[in-house]
């Protein structure tokens, strides 16, 4: 998935057969990659965007979830997380293809626009298949496939009946019990600074899962103008408003994968109207001039430690 990951366990049996668990976990993720990464020219995914045909292509269990949910987030938040988006994130540089980081010129940026559209994918539950009504359809996962695997290995570990365990996949996280010093998990959440690392806020993370998109990271300047990675699916064009990133906790890490980027396409008003309406845990942070600003709603305050 062209990142990094972390497992913690906290075990009393030190007779767990560690190889054993680094073998399965290893595979499972591979098996995820292979369906869903658009790095790989023979994942699953690759291969249905690669092809012209509209009709029916049968997929499997794990790829039908996934983008189930995600056509389900996409009407949630009125269409902000789109994962048809990829050719306008790729036109600006920001795909699995290294390009240059220029502004694209309006009318290619138009072109490829009229490409995107989540309402262009069908699914199918029996047997499991997609089909896309336009033949140059090309979707991406990378908001949301990261959190689907936290979940699968979380739910590998609760088989192997793993009670006390952090999971952490790109930075979206699922714990389960005690840390290795038997506290309940504290996970740092970063102040969203483009040149350094610090802790913006801590929080209780306790059997479920948490997820943080920001645009402080992935981003190009040309002209004195800051172009962040994250598209907003309504224009074409990268997000400008103050919102610099977003949390969400959530009992599904992909569901707060997707959530968190939905949000931060929003900003700041839009997207805190609906992490209430929906009830999220959401902690949103604003940047105002040279400090930032934190919007949670009232489920965040819950888990995070010392609020004052």
């Known amino acids: 998935m062209g990142t990094t990951y972390t497992i913690k366990l906290n075990v009393a049996d030190t007779k767990i057969d560690r190889a054993r668990i680094s073998t399965d976990i290893n595979q499972r993720l591979d098996k995820i990659n292979s369906q869903m990464s658009t790095y790989l020219e023979t994942s699953r995914l690759s291969i249905f965007n690669q092809s012209n045909t509209q009709d029916w292509e049968e997929i499997p269990v794990d790829l039908y979830t996934v983008i189930e949910e995600a056509l389900r987030i996409n009407k949630l938040s009125y269409r902000a997380f789109d994962i048809t988006i990829g050719p306008v994130v790729n036109l600006w540089g920001f795909g699995p293809k290294a390009q240059l ?82 506290k309940i998990w504290h996970i740092g959440i970063e102040k969203p600074l483009d040149d350094q690392r610090s802790v913006q806020t801590v929080i209780i993370l306790n059997n479920t899962a948490m997820a943080t998109s920001g645009d402080y990271r992935n ?65 949103f942070i604003v940047r105002d001039k040279d400090r930032f600003i934190e919007i949670m709603t009232p489920q965040f305050k819950h888990a995070v430690v010392n609020p004052e």
């Open 101 to 182: 980081e220029v502004v694209p010129d309006e009318s290619t940026a138009r072109e490829a626009l009229d490409s995107v559209g989540s309402e262009h994918i069908h699914l199918r539950e029996q047997p499991y298949a997609i089909k896309k009504d336009r033949p140059d359809l090309y979707i991406d996962l990378s908001a949301i496939a990261k959190g689907y695997a936290v979940d699968m290995i979380a739910d590998y570990l609760d088989e192997m009946s793993m009670k006390n365990y952090m999971v952490e996949i790109g930075g979206e996280i699922k714990t389960k019990g005690i840390n290795p010093d038997n």
């Open 219 to 283: 981003y190009f300047e040309d002209n004195g103008i800051r172009y962040s990675h994250t598209i907003d699916p309504s224009t074409g064009k990268p997000i400008t408003h103050k919102l610099a990133s977003v949390t969400v906790l959530h009992p599904s890490a992909m569901t707060a994968d997707a959530l968190a980027t939905a949000l931060l396409v929003l900003g700041p008003e839009r997207g805190s109207e609906l992490a209430l309406r929906e009830n999220l845990a959401a902690l």
